[in-house]
């Protein structure tokens, strides 16, 4: 997905495209916050089935959580919680995959935190509804508290 001219100015612009909109639940009380998108939310194609190595997929819109965390955060982890996709609201402090990778620069780097704070003031706009925030991993973290988890 072509990023949208918000973007520009961010030190992760690259070539203007791989954007992965969050996922917003009018009325949902719980977000999920990862890292970034994967190549499958990028693909817009989503994991439901794992055979060994083999993925099965499904064609999605682009959004958070469609590669194989996102199967196993519904298969195991929101069933946990009370949670299901659909019902709890998704998003990721930044919106996109840096030259295609999923590799993002250390979390401390003055460049993720510049990019971090880009992405979040233009896209970060959870529903009013939202009560809670879980923060998966230390990007997450340092996305919802500005701690990084690291002292």
């Given at each position: 997905?072509?990023?949208?001219?918000?973007c520009?100015?961010?030190?992760?612009?690259?070539?203007?495209?791989?954007?992965?909109?969050?996922?917003?639940?009018?009325?949902?009380?719980?977000?999920?916050?990862?890292?970034?998108?994967?190549?499958?939310?990028?693909?817009?194609?989503q994991?439901?089935?794992?055979?060994?190595?083999?993925?099965?997929?499904?064609p999605?819109?682009?959004?958070?959580?469609?590669?194989?965390?996102g199967?196993?955060?519904?298969?195991?982890?929101?069933?946990?919680?009370?949670?299901?996709?659909?019902?709890?609201?998704?998003?990721?402090?930044?919106?996109?995959?840096?030259?295609?990778?999923?590799?993002?620069?250390?979390?401390?780097?003055?460049?993720?935190?510049?990019?971090?704070?880009?992405?979040?003031s233009?896209?970060?706009?959870?529903p009013?509804?939202?009560?809670?925030?879980?923060?998966?991993?230390?990007?997450a973290?340092?996305?919802?508290?500005?701690?990084?988890?690291?002292?």
């Open positions: 997905m072509k990023k949208p001219p918000a520009q100015g961010c030190p992760f612009y690259g070539n203007g495209e791989g954007f992965v909109p969050d996922e917003y639940v009018e009325g949902a009380e719980v977000l999920v916050m990862g890292q970034n998108p994967g190549e499958d939310e990028v693909l817009g194609r994991a439901v089935e794992v055979r060994g190595r083999d993925v099965m997929y499904e999605h819109t682009p959004a958070p959580y469609l590669g194989r965390t199967l196993a955060m519904q298969q195991r982890y929101f069933p946990l919680a009370g949670l299901e996709r659909g019902v709890v609201s998704l998003a990721n402090p930044i919106r996109c995959r840096i030259k295609g990778a999923n590799k993002l620069p250390p979390v401390k780097s003055v460049l993720l935190r510049e990019a971090m704070a880009h992405c979040q233009h896209y970060f706009k959870p009013a509804s939202t009560r809670l925030i879980v923060a998966e991993g230390e990007y973290l340092l996305a919802t508290t500005g701690e990084d988890g690291t002292d």
